[in-house]
């Protein structure tokens, strides 16, 4: 496909104040590029889905640490999901695409805008070591505060340091560093841009000015010429390249909005864009994000701060360990529930009181991000005793995820934040059973809104904003209806409570075995040498 970097063309976009209205009627497709399939949905101006489509990609594990895709694999998969979408609501309906992708992403592009490495995602921890040495350093905590994004082996900054030194040769050929909108972008519409959502993720953005930040450029090796121009969430550009308007079946004057990145838009997608009103989501992994005026970080670094638009951000903490946790107990304590495994591991679970007879798990499957934005942690059990049985442990595992998102939740009053209300989503909160343990645990109501898409849902409201359809993206606030509200019970809330601050002192008492098993490790058996017969 066209769409390749010439002349030194790098933006051709315009602010939404630009851009002559669409007539009443129509629809905007909203698409979001997820960690493993994209989502394309298009949506009234009330909000209502009219037709959507998923097209999914592999995530591949070549090597350790390594978490990597196919750009022209995820580039057809968008195309594919929006021509899809468009077959099915028609051509003439559609007045506009709106992106949103999943941050941290990184490819290095030639001069002409050819693809010379994969997609390193935001699984991709090989810049373990480059991120810890930087979160050590002296002006490590100052440039989290600034830039907003954790010194962790997740964001882009650690990886262009670890491609600095251990790809020298490769990065003298790279021309453009870009996130896989960019990409994306740059094939269906012949413009590098970043927006100050993705841009904010990156590690290399000062949140006070929406520049590159000249420390982080430094530290990474790069210049500002080399990343694609920061533009507004709004940005329309003012079209598609021939080959992507065949690909999608859109006429090539077809309006795109740049869009933003897939947790601030969550937020969006599901009311969660006023002061006070927080998006939690637990699928895999876990977020908890709240939206604010101002930019902020605490002063620990224990969240994130991320735009959504140039006045309008979002601050919270993402988790590694959230629905994969209740997998791991599945296969390593009760191999025998199937088809499918939940109800009767949740049912088991049940069995045991709040607090686990006093077992609690740290839940670092996965290392962790927030609020410690470590790659060091382990899972661990602590409390272990001879009256514990199966259901003590697969409780403990869940009541460890919620804890963990307890601690970000802390971390976000300590930035200032007031979090009055709480909307939950996720594929693990169709059980009312971790429904009611979140709540106990954060002693908060928890909301849980009606049919909302999510993040492609945020996408196409920001694009309805952008080309005039709404008068402000804040008009989601009427749009969302609650299905319910679970509230705390009192007994089990004052449980969680007590608990807390021994769960938040275990981390740090656990760094030093943390440390030694991660060097004993390498050095350790993977398999029986002689297996029993």
Same mark, same amino acid.
């Given at each position: 496909?066209?769409?390749?970097?010439?002349?030194?063309?790098?933006?051709?976009?315009?602010?939404?104040?630009?851009?002559?209205?669409?007539?009443?009627?129509?629809?905007?497709?909203?698409?979001?590029?997820?960690?493993?399939?994209?989502?394309?949905?298009?949506?009234?101006?009330?909000?209502?889905?009219?037709?959507?489509?998923?097209?999914?990609?592999?995530?591949?594990?070549?090597?350790?640490?390594?978490?990597?895709?196919?750009?022209?694999?995820?580039?057809?998969?968008?195309?594919?999901?929006?021509?899809?979408?468009?077959?099915?609501?028609?051509?003439?309906? @559609?007045?506009?695409?709106?992106?949103?992708?999943?941050?941290?992403?990184?490819?290095?592009?030639?001069?002409?805008?050819?693809?010379?490495?994969?997609?390193?995602?935001?699984?991709?921890?090989?810049?373990?070591?480059?991120?810890?040495?930087?979160?050590?350093?002296?002006?490590?905590?100052?440039?989290?505060?600034?830039?907003?994004?954790?010194?962790?082996?997740?964001?882009?900054?650690?990886?262009?340091?670890?491609?600095?030194?251990?790809?020298?040769?490769?990065?003298?050929?790279?021309?453009?560093?870009?996130?896989?909108?960019?990409?994306?972008?740059?094939?269906?519409?012949?413009?590098?841009?970043?927006?100050?959502?993705?841009?904010?993720?990156?590690?290399?953005?000062?949140?006070?000015?929406?520049?590159?930040?000249?420390?982080?450029?430094?530290?990474?090796?790069?210049?500002?010429?080399?990343?694609?121009?920061?533009?507004?969430?709004?940005? @329309?550009?003012?079209?598609?390249?021939?080959?992507?308007?065949?690909?999608?079946?859109?006429?090539?004057?077809?309006?795109?909005?740049?869009?933003?990145?897939?947790?601030?838009?969550?937020?969006?997608?599901?009311?969660?864009?006023?002061?006070?009103?927080?998006?939690?989501?637990?699928?895999?992994?876990?977020?908890?994000?709240?939206? @604010?005026?101002?930019?902020?970080?605490?002063?620990?670094?224990?969240?994130?701060?991320?735009?959504?638009?140039?006045?309008?951000?979002? @601050?919270?903490?993402?988790?590694?360990?959230?629905?994969?946790?209740?997998?791991?107990?599945?296969?390593?304590?009760?191999?025998?529930?199937?088809?499918?495994?939940?109800?009767?591991?949740?049912?088991?679970?049940?069995?045991?009181?709040?607090?686990?007879?006093?077992?609690?798990?740290?839940?670092?499957?996965?290392?962790?991000?927030?609020?410690?934005?470590?790659?060091?942690?382990?899972?661990?059990?602590?409390?272990?005793?001879?009256?514990?049985?199966?259901?003590?442990?697969?409780?403990?595992?869940?009541?460890?995820?919620?804890?963990?998102?307890?601690?970000?939740?802390?971390?976000?009053?300590?930035?200032?934040?007031?979090?009055?209300?709480?909307?939950?989503?996720?594929?693990?909160?169709?059980?009312?059973?971790?429904?009611?343990?979140?709540?106990?645990?954060?002693?908060?109501?928890?909301?849980?809104?009606?049919?909302?898409?999510?993040?492609?849902?945020?996408?196409?409201?920001?694009?309805?904003?952008?080309?005039?359809?709404?008068?402000?993206?804040?008009?989601?606030?009427?749009?969302?209806?609650?299905?319910?509200?679970?509230?705390?019970?009192?007994?089990?809330?004052?449980?969680?409570?007590?608990?807390?601050?021994?769960?938040?002192?275990?981390?740090?008492?656990?760094?030093?075995?943390?440390?030694?098993?991660?060097?004993?490790?390498?050095?350790?058996?993977?398999?029986?040498?002689?297996?029993?017969?």
């Amino acid at each position: 496909m066209s769409g390749t970097i010439e002349d030194g063309q790098r933006q051709v976009g315009r602010s939404a104040e630009q851009h002559t209205a669409a007539s009443p009627g129509m629809v905007v497709i909203g698409v979001d590029l997820g960690t493993t399939s994209t989502k394309a949905v298009a949506f009234a101006t009330d909000g209502t889905p009219v037709a959507s489509h998923s097209a999914g990609y592999p995530l591949e594990e070549p090597h350790p640490g390594h978490a990597v895709q196919d750009s022209s694999r995820i580039l057809d998969a968008v195309l594919e999901a929006v021509r899809t979408v468009v077959a099915e609501v028609g051509a003439a309906r @559609v007045a506009g695409l709106s992106f949103s992708a999943a941050m941290h992403s990184v490819i290095g592009l030639s001069p002409t805008g050819d693809p010379l490495t994969e997609v390193v995602t935001w699984a991709d921890t090989r810049s373990r070591a480059q991120a810890e040495r930087l979160r050590a350093s002296p002006g490590g905590l100052a440039l989290h505060r600034r830039t907003g994004t954790p010194l962790h082996p997740m964001s882009p900054l650690p990886k262009l340091i670890w491609f600095r030194e251990q790809e020298p040769k490769l990065c003298e050929g790279v021309g453009f560093w870009v996130g896989i909108k960019e990409f994306v972008l740059l094939r269906m519409c012949g413009a590098l841009v970043t927006d100050h959502s993705i841009a904010s993720a990156t590690g290399l953005m000062t949140m006070a000015t929406l520049a590159w930040d000249d420390e982080a450029l430094t530290l990474a090796g790069i210049t500002a010429d080399q990343l694609p121009e920061i533009v507004s969430t709004t940005t @329309v550009l003012p079209g598609l390249t021939a080959d992507a308007a065949a690909a999608t079946g859109l006429p090539q004057s077809t309006p795109v909005v740049v869009g933003g990145a897939d947790g601030p838009l969550a937020n969006l997608g599901v009311g969660a864009v006023r002061p006070g009103v927080a998006a939690c989501s637990i699928g895999t992994s876990g977020a908890l994000r709240v939206a @604010v005026e101002k930019p902020a970080v605490d002063p620990l670094g224990g969240v994130f701060c991320y735009a959504l638009t140039a006045t309008r951000w979002v @601050v919270g903490g993402a988790i590694n360990n959230g629905g994969l946790v209740l997998g791991w107990a599945h296969d390593a304590l009760a191999p025998e529930f199937t088809d499918p495994p939940e109800p009767e591991l949740l049912a088991l679970a049940a069995r045991a009181a709040p607090g686990s007879g006093g077992l609690l798990m740290l839940p670092y499957l996965l290392s962790e991000r927030a609020p410690h934005w470590s790659s060091l942690p382990r899972g661990a059990y602590v409390g272990l005793t001879r009256a514990h049985r199966r259901e003590h442990l697969v409780r403990a595992a869940i009541e460890g995820v919620c804890l963990q998102l307890a601690l970000v939740l802390g971390s976000m009053r300590a930035a200032g934040l007031e979090v009055t209300e709480i909307r939950a989503t996720g594929g693990v909160m169709r059980s009312p059973f971790w429904r009611q343990m979140l709540a106990d645990t954060l002693d908060m109501d928890i909301a849980f809104a009606e049919g909302h898409e999510g993040s492609s849902f945020g996408a196409a409201l920001l694009g309805m904003e952008a080309l005039g359809l709404i008068p402000s993206i804040d008009v989601v606030a009427d749009m969302i209806e609650i299905e319910e509200v679970v509230r705390p019970r009192p007994a089990a809330a004052a449980v969680y409570t007590t608990l807390l601050p021994v769960f938040t002192e275990l981390y740090d008492a656990l760094v030093p075995a943390f440390t030694s098993l991660r060097r004993l490790a390498p050095s350790l058996p993977a398999e029986l040498d002689d297996p029993p017969a």
